[in-house]
């Protein structure tokens, strides 16, 4: 009877360590297929991007030969457009980082992607409004990984873009990344610490609250509106 007991709980225990590790291959598995999925998704919005970057470098080119009032037109509302495609790709980068392995070679060169474009679209912009005058505001954010006072001025951030529409202009860098752009505008901007933000081309170090924000961007519009006021 002592025996049959024995053997009856040597059964279950074996019973128990297959099933355990049964469910660890099914997790590995779904985990690593889950990983795959995210990164096609990002690498399919990378080469959106890449296209779109493309046929707007095509539309500045062709713009600039055709009378400013006309081209200036086209060319903000076209950069408004592409500068929409931005959001979801952070999105989906933020979506990656919280759930999954984000040393992963793949992972850290489509991060990498996005930032350049990021940038790209940086630099149109800057140059869309000494053509043409466009009365927008734009703002580099620094940002590095574990930082908590970063999520808090990333939050205000997206508050104002979301109040003040196209009119603020936000490019996110993040600072944890290995892109050698990134140590060049840190290097011009004298960025040390993060959060940090470069407005219109001047440096504010660490966090700053929405109220100082507000302060400095909002003298800078030619025009008013409903969050600075005029």
């Known amino acids: ?21 049964v469910i660890f291959v099914l997790g590995f598995i779904l985990g690593a297929a889950t990983s795959e999925r995210k990164i096609f998704e990002i690498e399919q919005l990378s080469r959106q991007q890449d296209a779109d970057f493309s ?3 095509f539309q500045f080119s062709y713009l600039e030969s055709v009378p400013r009032e006309q081209s200036c037109v086209v060319l903000s509302r076209t950069l408004e457009s592409n500068l929409k495609t931005l959001g979801p790709s952070l999105k989906k980068l933020e979506g990656y980082e919280a ?12 991060k990498r992607k996005y930032t350049v474009a ?3 679209y940086w630099l149109l912009a800057e140059k869309s409004k000494q053509l043409c005058g466009t009365d927008a505001v734009s703002v580099l954010y620094f940002y590095e990984k574990g930082c908590q006072q970063c999520n808090d001025e990333g939050y205000i951030l997206e508050q104002l873009k979301q109040r003040l529409g196209d009119s603020l202009l936000v490019f996110p860098i993040d600072a944890s990344i290995d892109e050698p752009v990134i140590d060049i505008l840190r290097a011009q901007y004298k960025i040390y ?11 504010y170090a660490n966090y700053m609250p929405m109220k100082e924000i507000l302060a400095e961007i909002c003298p800078k519009y030619k025009e008013g509106n409903g969050v600075c006021g005029g």
């Not at 610490?193 to 440096?203: A, H």
């Open 193 to 203: 610490g993060f959060p940090s933000l470069v407005i219109d081309g001047k440096t």
């Open 99 to 110: 759930s999954s392995d984000t040393t992963n070679p793949d992972y850290i060169l489509l």
């Open 1 to 21: 009877m002592v025996g049959g007991k024995r053997k009856l709980r040597k059964k279950r225990y074996v019973a128990a360590i297959i099933i355990t590790f």
């Open 55 to 57: 046929s707007l470098q």
């Open 118 to 120: 990021n940038l790209r």
